[in-house]
């Protein structure tokens, strides 16, 4: 990216820049929280959008400017091995820039309220650590998919992510077309045209009570990355899995996006454990309930069968599929499509399972607790319904934002 002027990023842009002549697409931008001026979603210069936030060294022959943070000073010999050391501030950053060197991440681009601006280095994407979200798990996410330079189905996870803030009893800050507005911001200053988005909003920093702090912000974080990454093998091959031990959620915690997925782990390292690819919830009455963080579908029949939404998370691509279900039966994909309750002996007995995600999309389930489903092969309606909602990840006109790099 060319460097920008008057305020530049904090870290290392990827992508490169537009130049001036580019033209501005659409919709009028108020202020982002970081003081960057009014626009057009379109195409901005890196230093119209985000406050600059970076340590910088110090220019040369110029011992008039104040110098930079200072090291630890060396510590005398000390027969005392164990002793700690007091970090200053510069030896804080090297630490996080070689923990980052010792433990390589593909982390494009982060904004953080907290901080009012955007960073590209993976050393500087952290959070408070009294913060909320991080210490009681009192916050929650959302995600949205980059396809060609396009975000997919974003308006459909946001509103999602508004309702988890209100069963979680987040404030909303900022408001939901500001969140949307940075989300699209950010993704722009990432310069990814393949890749996920995740974004968080927590209830703020300032203390280790279990309420949040009197006048703590809400804070609200993005993410621009690659993606979770699943074999080729889920779908050429089709992945094994078990009815997990671990209990589900209620219905309360499960059908909220928040950030506590401790049943989630535990359930998909039990699978792993057992050489399985994951795990299924089933719920007190018996019947399907979800994967560790994916839908699950079946087929019988010709029919496509899904689980209910009260008790279990309401997937965005779950509820696409759904929609796109009478474009599938006039392509004779399937006969019918039913949500309803689906006992675990009847879902065994089905044609085909599948499980179904923003990032594994359709994923077909060819064995389940060591019983084959169907022909135990990944079967037809799984194949065609993963191209089915590729086609939309590409052209369905409603659901895409062009990004604005």
Same mark, same amino acid.
């Given at each position: 990216?060319?460097?920008?002027?008057?305020?530049?990023?904090?870290?290392q842009a990827?992508?490169?820049?537009?130049t001036d002549d580019?033209t501005?697409?659409g919709?009028?931008?108020s202020p982002?929280?970081?003081?960057a001026?009014?626009?057009?979603?379109?195409?901005?210069?890196?230093?119209s959008?985000?406050?600059?936030?970076?340590?910088?060294?110090?220019?040369?022959?110029?011992?008039?400017e104040?110098p930079?943070l200072?090291?630890?000073p060396?510590t005398?010999?000390?027969s005392?091995?164990?002793?700690?050391?007091?970090?200053? @501030?510069?030896?804080v950053?090297?630490?996080?820039?070689?923990l980052?060197?010792?433990q390589e991440v593909r982390?494009?681009?982060?904004?953080?309220?907290?901080?009012?601006g955007v960073?590209t280095?993976?050393?500087?994407?952290v959070?408070?650590?009294?913060?909320h979200?991080?210490h009681r798990?009192?916050? *929650?996410?959302?995600?949205?998919?980059?396809?060609e @330079?396009k975000?997919?189905? /974003?308006d459909?996870h946001?509103d999602?992510?508004m309702?988890?803030?209100?069963?979680?009893k /987040?404030?909303a800050?900022?408001p939901?077309?500001?969140?949307r507005?940075i989300? *699209?911001?950010t993704?722009?200053?990432?310069?990814a045209r393949e890749?996920s988005i995740?974004?968080?909003?927590?209830?703020?920093?300032?203390?280790?009570?279990?309420?949040p702090?009197?006048?703590a912000?809400?804070g609200f974080?993005?993410? *621009?990355?690659?993606g979770l990454?699943?074999?080729?093998s889920y779908?050429?091959?089709?992945?094994?899995v078990?009815?997990?031990?671990?209990?589900?959620k209620?219905?309360?915690?499960?059908?909220?996006k928040?950030?506590?997925y401790?049943p989630?782990?535990?359930m998909?390292?039990?699978a792993?454990?057992?050489?399985?690819?994951?795990g299924?919830?089933?719920?007190?009455?018996?019947?399907?309930?979800?994967?560790?963080n994916m839908n699950?579908a079946?087929?019988?029949?010709?029919?496509f069968?899904?689980?209910?939404?009260?008790h279990?998370?309401?997937?965005?691509?779950s509820?696409?599929?759904?929609?796109l279900?009478p474009?599938?039966?006039?392509?004779?994909?399937?006969?019918?499509?039913?949500?309803?309750? *689906?006992? /675990?002996?009847?879902?065994?007995r089905?044609?085909?399972?599948?499980?179904?995600?923003?990032?594994?999309?359709?994923?077909?389930?060819?064995?389940w607790?060591?019983?084959?489903?169907?022909?135990?092969?990944?079967?037809p309606?799984?194949r065609?319904?993963?191209?089915?909602?590729?086609e939309?990840?590409k052209?369905g006109?409603?659901?895409?934002?062009?990004i604005p790099?």
């Open positions: 990216m060319a460097a920008p002027r008057g305020r530049p990023l904090l870290g990827q992508g490169p820049a537009p580019e501005t697409r919709e009028t931008l982002l929280p970081g003081g001026p009014r626009g057009k979603i379109g195409l901005f210069r890196a230093s959008r985000f406050p600059d936030l970076s340590p910088r060294p110090p220019p040369r022959n110029r011992p008039e104040t930079p200072a090291s630890t060396p005398p010999p000390s005392d091995a164990q002793k700690l050391p007091l970090l200053q @501030g510069a030896d950053l090297r630490k996080l820039e070689a980052r060197r010792r982390y494009y681009a982060f904004y953080s309220s907290q901080l009012g960073v280095d993976p050393a500087l994407m959070l408070p650590f009294d913060d979200l991080v798990g009192h916050g *929650i996410f959302d995600t949205a998919a980059i396809v @330079g975000i997919y189905d /974003l459909a946001l999602r992510f309702r988890s803030a209100e069963s979680s /987040l404030k800050d900022p939901k077309e500001e969140m507005r989300i *699209i911001q993704a722009a200053l990432s310069g890749g995740r974004y968080w909003l927590s209830s703020g920093p300032g203390s280790l009570e279990l309420s702090a009197k006048g912000e809400a974080f993005v993410m *621009i990355f690659p990454a699943y074999p080729e779908y050429t091959q089709g992945m094994k078990m009815t997990t031990t671990c209990p589900i209620p219905p309360l915690y499960a059908t909220t928040s950030t506590n401790l989630n782990v535990l998909q390292l039990e792993r454990e057992r050489g399985l690819d994951n299924v919830f089933v719920d007190p009455a018996g019947n399907v309930g979800e994967g560790s699950v079946f087929v019988k029949e010709g029919v069968l899904h689980p209910k939404f009260d279990i998370l309401s997937g965005c691509t509820k696409r599929l759904l929609e279900m474009g599938a039966m006039r392509r004779g994909i399937v006969k019918d499509f039913q949500v309803r309750d *689906i006992p /675990l002996a009847e879902a065994k089905s044609d085909e399972m599948m499980f179904i995600g923003s990032s594994i999309n359709v994923a077909p389930i060819v064995e607790d060591g019983q084959k489903i169907g022909t135990g092969r990944p079967g309606a799984a065609a319904l993963l191209e089915v909602l590729k939309d990840m052209g006109k409603d659901r895409l934002i062009e790099y």
